[in-house]
């Protein structure tokens, strides 16, 4: 069954769920079984669905957990708009099936309220669930277990009668990173403060992705923590220089070298390792510098 019929099968049961249809519960308990032990057995878009219509508001409480899946969902599937639609089949992703929105528009007004108050709440906790969200996502971003071309299903192409051509695989490492920084933008454009200082430039430097880079920045074992142990008593901390040994794609080891300036005090340069972790994540460390 095509990813379209088998999501107004959804749209159908639950229908037939309402108006207490025998069988049709225990048909949907078995669709919701299915959606906990393989999560990408349908398209993102099916996933948003079933996310909006039970999940949401089973975890209000914890809105953590269902804003985490929804910003899993919502990377892959603009990895895939990205790769497989076209520029008319995005922007009916977003204008007319409000894609980013969809899993919390679609649950009742009491839950949608709660949602917005923790997405609008501290960025800590916001951030710590998007990037929950996308770690899940990098796992399996190369799945096989759903169609990835759904995105074509959308825009003047599609109505036309026109294929729409795959964007080259030698670009996909780049709309993967695409995907990381606008859904990071999208739901947590207040990320916490960092403990680094940085211009935009020197940002640019670097190879990681938006996400690791934060980590980089900021996380427990990150280039922050070992300053901090190195110049507990530094006046600033601020990254001018950032230069790549080893360009890091997500599949090699990669080799950066963060120089930090302390304002009057010495400038440090620490070895920073990027490694995959075979679960589409990365594992990183840094090495204690000399002071120059």
Do not use: C
């Amino acid at each position: 069954m095509a990813w379209e019929e088998r999501r107004e099968a959804y749209f159908q049961l639950l229908k037939r769920v309402q108006a207490k249809e025998p069988n049709s519960l225990k048909i949907f308990d078995a669709i919701l079984a299915e959606f906990d032990q393989h999560p990408m057995s349908r398209t993102p878009m099916e996933n948003m669905d079933i996310i909006g219509t039970f999940y949401a508001a089973k975890d209000r409480d914890t809105p953590e957990k269902a804003v985490a899946m929804v910003v899993m969902n919502a990377t892959l599937g603009w990895y895939d708009a990205i790769r497989f639609g076209s520029a008319s089949g995005r922007a009916e992703i977003i204008s007319k099936e409000h894609f980013f929105i969809r899993a919390i528009g679609m649950a009742p007004p009491e839950v949608r309220q709660r949602y917005v108050a923790f997405l609008k709440g501290p960025p800590e906790r916001v951030f710590a669930a998007v990037q929950l969200g996308q770690s899940l996502a990098a796992r399996v971003k190369d799945t096989d277990r759903y169609d990835h071309t759904w995105p074509a299903a959308y825009g003047s192409e599609r109505r036309a009668g026109t294929p729409v051509p795959p964007m080259p695989a030698a670009q996909w490492l780049w709309a993967w990173q695409h995907s990381l920084e606008q859904i990071q933008a999208f739901y947590a454009p207040q990320a916490p403060p960092e403990r680094l200082q940085y211009d935009p430039e020197i940002r640019k430097q670097s190879r990681a992705s938006p996400i690791l880079f934060h980590d980089l920045v900021s996380a427990p074992g990150g280039v922050a923590m070992v300053d901090e142990v190195q110049h507990p008593n530094a006046a600033r901390r601020r990254i001018v220089r950032i230069e790549v040994a080893t360009p890091y794609d997500g599949k090699q080891t990669g080799v950066e070298r963060w120089t930090i300036d302390h304002g009057d005090g010495p400038t440090s340069t620490y070895t920073v390792t990027l490694a995959p972790d075979g679960q589409g994540g990365t594992n990183f460390s840094v090495q204690f510098p000399h002071g120059k």
